[in-house]
Nanobody
Framework: VQLQASGGGLVQAGGSLRLSCAASGSIFSINAMGWYRQAPGKERELVALITSGGSTNYADSVKGRFTISRDNAKNTVYLQMNSLKPEDTAVYYC???????????????WGQGTLVTVSS
């Protein structure tokens, strides 16, 4: 299973970016999909999560500004980021809970990370 993340870049404060993460390979099913971020000198933190049923959960710091969504037909998760702030600067990682075959447990896979830089 491979995850390919894209969409990061440099943006001014108040701007928007959209991250994408596509999973490929021998996949039976995908459960939760999420985005995490890690700023310099800080621990990795959960940004947003979406279940297979479409329920979502957000970090308090991004509520009302970020929206997570998924396209199950494409095994892809998105993160729409609006009203970006300098404190959103970080490497963003996607995480996907993959089941490789019927009867097996879900296993977490991580994308390679995409850098988001927000200038003030």
């Amino acid at each position: 299973v491979q995850l390919q993340a894209s969409g990061g870049g440099l943006v001014q404060a108040g701007g928007s970016l959209r991250l994408s993460c596509a999973a490929s390979g021998s996949i039976f099913s995908i459960n939760a999909m999420g985005w995490y971020r890690q700023a310099p000198g800080k621990e990795r933190e959960l940004v947003a999560l979406i279940t297979s049923g479409g329920s979502t959960n957000y970090a308090d710091s991004v509520k009302g500004r970020f929206t997570i969504s998924r396209d199950n037909a494409k095994n892809t998760v998105y993160l729409q980021m609006n009203s970006l702030k300098p404190e959103d600067t970080a490497v963003y990682y996607c995480n996907v809970q993959v089941r490789l075959a019927l009867g097996l447990n879900d296993y977490p896979y991580w994308g390679q990370g995409t850098l988001v830089t927000v200038s003030s």
